[in-house]
Nanobody, 124 residues
């Protein structure tokens, strides 16, 4: 059974940093594409960053480029999102996602497995 458990969210001032973690069980990163999405109040869920299975490539949304870094620790089966220079518009629930299908499917948000989400709030 696949489980994704996020942690690391919280309240931070604009310009600050947070590191999100996603502990994965029941899957291996060699088979699944993995990534982060977020959903702000009143908005649709949107893509943030992803890693192609077996570390075959990294993708970022334009809003994340230069500020966020996605990484994985295969030994711990854990996905990370380092977020720097945070802005109030980054406020959202952040979700970890994993899918064994195509990368384009994951990027479009059609995903088999989601975590429960972790709240990130950036104050101005």
């Amino acid at each position: 059974q696949v489980q994704l458990v996020e942690s690391g969210g919280g309240l931070v001032q604009a310009g600050g940093s947070l590191r999100l973690s996603c502990a994965a069980s029941g899957l291996t990163f060699n088979i699944y594409h993995i990534g982060w999405f977020r959903q702000a109040p009143g908005k649709e869920r949107e893509f943030v960053a992803a890693i192609r299975r077996s570390g075959g490539g990294i993708y970022y949304a334009d809003s994340a480029k230069g500020r966020f870094t996605i990484s994985q620790d295969n030994a711990k089966n854990t996905l990370y999102l380092q977020m720097n220079s945070l802005k109030p518009e980054d406020t959202a629930v952040y979700y970890c996602a994993a899918d064994p299908g195509s990368m384009s499917t994951l990027l479009s948000g059609v995903i088999d497995y989601w975590g429960q989400g972790t709240q990130v709030t950036v104050s101005s």
